[in-house]
T-cell receptor
């Protein structure tokens, strides 16, 4: 069974630009979660999507947004990039409408110059 | 919100010895406690989890214990092997929230 996949692996942007990160959940999983792993800040919850809707949001500004498509894949968009947005962005998926048991993908390394 | 503290931040053990990592949490409503292993360049891998209605869970060489009264839980790795070298994260959440709050991580090095 394929795990959670994310693309691209690496992304380099400049300050002020927009970044789009993509995630495909494990087959059969309907919930997608996004986390940010920044150096020195650990893993922080960003967003949870289920059945195409945003269900929960962490303490991040509105320029972090996303969506979930009918096939349950998801996009994370980060607008007006700032240097401190440089981090590993991890996507996780779970069964049903939200579940604590979350399985992570390999992440997208975003570097903002 | 939930605050999870993890100790130690680094741990070096001799191959074959045991390793213990401890975490404390602040929110008494938390009822799910997973542990993840993250190797260099990879995403976190779920290795074991425990729910608040269980005090201990074991899976081969790894075990997790939970003390709800003291609000702490621990990961135990026995007979450590070089492939156990990685960063380990504890986390906590409560059902309905589905937001994992993570500890800061423990870098485990197993010396051959």
């Amino acid at each position: 069974e394929a795990g959670v996949t994310q693309s691209p692996t690496h992304l380099i942007k400049t300050r002020g630009q927009q970044a789009t990160l993509r995630c495909s959940p494990i087959s059969g999983h309907t919930s997608v979660y996004w986390y940010q792993q920044a150096l020195g800040l650990g893993l922080q919850f960003l967003l949870w999507y289920d059945e195409g809707e945003e269900r929960n949001r962490g303490n991040f500004p509105p320029r972090f947004s996303g969506r979930q498509f009918p096939n349950y894949s998801s996009e994370l968009n980060v607008n007006a990039l700032e240097l401190e947005d440089s981090a590993l962005y991890l996507c996780a998926s779970s069964w049903d409408r939200g579940s604590d048991t979350q399985y992570f993908g390999p992440g997208t390394r975003l570097t903002v110059l | 919100g939930e605050n999870v503290e993890q100790h130690p931040s680094t741990l070096s053990v001799q191959e074959g010895d045991s390793a213990v990592i401890k975490c404390t949490y602040s929110d008494s409503a938390s009822n799910y406690f997973p542990w993840y292993k993250q190797e260099l360049g990879k995403g976190p891998q779920l290795i074991i989890d425990i729910r608040s209605n269980v005090g201990e869970k074991k899976d081969q060489r790894i075990a997790v214990t939970l003390n709800k009264t003291a609000k702490h839980f621990s990961l135990h790795i026995t007979e450590t092997q070089p492939e156990d070298s990685a960063v380990y994260f504890c986390a906590a959440s409560n059902t309905g929230d589905y937001k994992l709050s993570f500890g800061a991580g423990t870098t485990v090095t197993v010396r051959a």
